[in-house]
């Protein structure tokens, strides 16, 4: 079992703007692949940031320009940050952590993230 402990998320209006992390331990952090997906109620996930080993970020189209998936290594820890938050934002969004070894890989428990005036 892996203790992932998640920060950020709430209520923003919008516009506004939100920091999430994620950290974890330094070996699972060293050795993974990072990802940040999003989930609204009862559909599946999507990907919304990821970041290879090379630490190349990837973005899907809606989050193009507004986020920024990002890391501090001194903290094993890992960051959305997001802005100009949309009402069409708001969701459940979930850090991930994943290898060819592991590729399921580790999940956080989920952010709340709700954009609303």
């Known amino acids: 079992q892996v203790q992932i402990v998640e920060s950020g998320g709430g209520l923003v209006q919008p516009g506004g703007s939100l920091t999430l992390s994620c950290t974890v331990p330094?070996?699972?952090?060293?050795?993974?692949?990072m990802a940040w997906y999003r989930q609204f109620p009862p559909g599946a996930r999507e990907m919304v940031a990821s970041?290879?080993?090379?630490?190349?970020?990837t973005y899907k189209d809606f989050a193009e320009g507004r986020f920024t998936i990002s890391t501090d290594h001194a903290k094993n820890t890992l960051h959305l940050q997001m802005n100009d938050l949309k009402s069409t934002d708001t969701a459940v969004y979930f850090c991930?952590?994943?290898?060819?070894?592991?590729?399921?890989?580790?999940w956080g428990q989920g952010i709340q993230v709700t954009v609303s005036s």
């Open positions: 991930n952590f994943w290898n060819n070894d592991n590729v399921l890989g580790y």
């Open positions: 970041l290879n080993r090379a630490g190349t970020p």
């Open positions: 330094e070996n699972i952090f060293s050795r993974y692949a």
